[in-house]
């Protein structure tokens, strides 16, 4: 009997635009490594997923209250009360024990209006590759394609291998977004079916690498120039984050170390600090620690953008 490879999905985006050329369908799976405090998906890094809790979606234990008789372990009882802007009234609503959850789900399939959710699926390769085709006219119409994201889909390396040899079997453009944090006997699986390697870089020096994002960033700089040495196309990817990663020695690295990439480099992306994910913080139990950052300017973006320029680097922000 053949084994059905299966992987987990935290996301799937359809007529994506930002992350590789043309139309494209995104696949976000679970599961990363670094740990940055900016992470606008937190509910992406764990491997196995994490419950969320959204209690505006909730309908109020006296109308439901499924959720308390379902957790197996007791981690969910009678909590507080909440004004539902859904339903306009005042509502009794559950309360989560994240020491007990050990996020089974068991709640999430009972609870109807989804306030209790696993922030990933397990889904197959035939599965994605079914949604994937649905869009074919507009990946060769958009010179698009489909793009594997995360988390960092190489930690999942055998079913990003296997999802990106489908897509190339059918002559579709193909993007990996990545950390560079794998070994490169990882990436040996996936070469061969990665049209543009999207790989993020966070700062130059290891050890600020390892107290920002909590892994060392020699092995992620390794791995950049490996891909830029056989040739592979690559787009930098450089979030701005004021205060940590922002000093202008650091980018002058940065912008160095990737014109000695050479050829292989076709763009730098810089990409501004936002709080657009603080609100899953809330919903999976963590908390948003750079909650007092502010945005960068347009026109410190572009001050930034000019050190990249320098170098000789095309150069986008956003």
């Not at 594997?148 to 390396?157: A, D, K, N, Y």
């Not at 190339?168 to 061969?192: M, N, P, Q, R």
């Not at 922002?246 to 002058?252: A, F, G, M, S, T």
């Amino acid at each position: 009997m053949k084994q059905i490879l299966t992987g987990n999905v935290f996301d799937i985006q359809r007529y994506t635009l930002n992350d590789g050329p043309g139309i494209r369908t995104e696949i976000f799976l679970q599961g990363c490594d670094l740990k940055c405090p900016w992470c606008h998906s937190p509910d992406s890094q764990s491997y196995n997923g994490d419950l969320a809790w959204f209690p505006m979606l909730c309908v109020g234990i006296e109308k439901c209250g499924t959720c308390t008789s379902s957790c197996p372990n007791g981690a969910i009882e009678q909590g507080g009360e909440i004004y539902s802007k859904l339903t306009k009234t005042t509502l009794h609503i559950p309360k989560l024990d994240r020491k007990k959850c050990n996020t089974c789900g068991d709640c999430a399939k009972v609870c109807y209006p989804k306030a209790f959710y696993l922030t990933c699926r397990q889904m197959s390769v035939d599965e994605i590759m079914e949604i994937i085709k649905k869009d074919m006219r507009y990946y060769h119409t958009t010179n698009g394609g489909v793009t594997l994201s995360g988390g960092e889909p190489m930690v999942q390396s055998d079913f990003t291998a296997a999802i990106l040899k489908e897509c190339k079997s059918l002559c579709l453009h193909t993007a990996l977004d990545t950390t560079g944090f794998v070994s490169w006997s990882e990436y040996e699986k996936v070469i061969d079916y990665v049209d543009l390697f999207l790989f993020d870089l966070k700062c130059m020096s290891s050890d600020r690498s390892e107290e920002l994002v909590g892994v060392p960033n020699e092995l992620i700089l390794e791995n950049a120039k490996r891909l830029a040495k056989i040739g592979k196309k690559i787009q930098i990817r450089y979030p701005i984050i004021p205060t940590l990663n922002d000093q202008k020695e650091n980018l002058v690295a940065t912008a160095s170390f990737c014109r000695d990439l050479g050829d292989a480099v076709t763009v730098i992306q810089l990409l501004p600090y936002h709080r657009l994910g603080t609100v899953k913080y809330e919903r999976i139990g963590k908390d948003y620690t750079l909650g007092e950052l502010e945005p960068m300017s347009d026109t410190q973006a572009e001050e930034y953008a000019k050190i990249f320029h320098s170098f000789g680097m095309k150069t986008i922000v956003g």
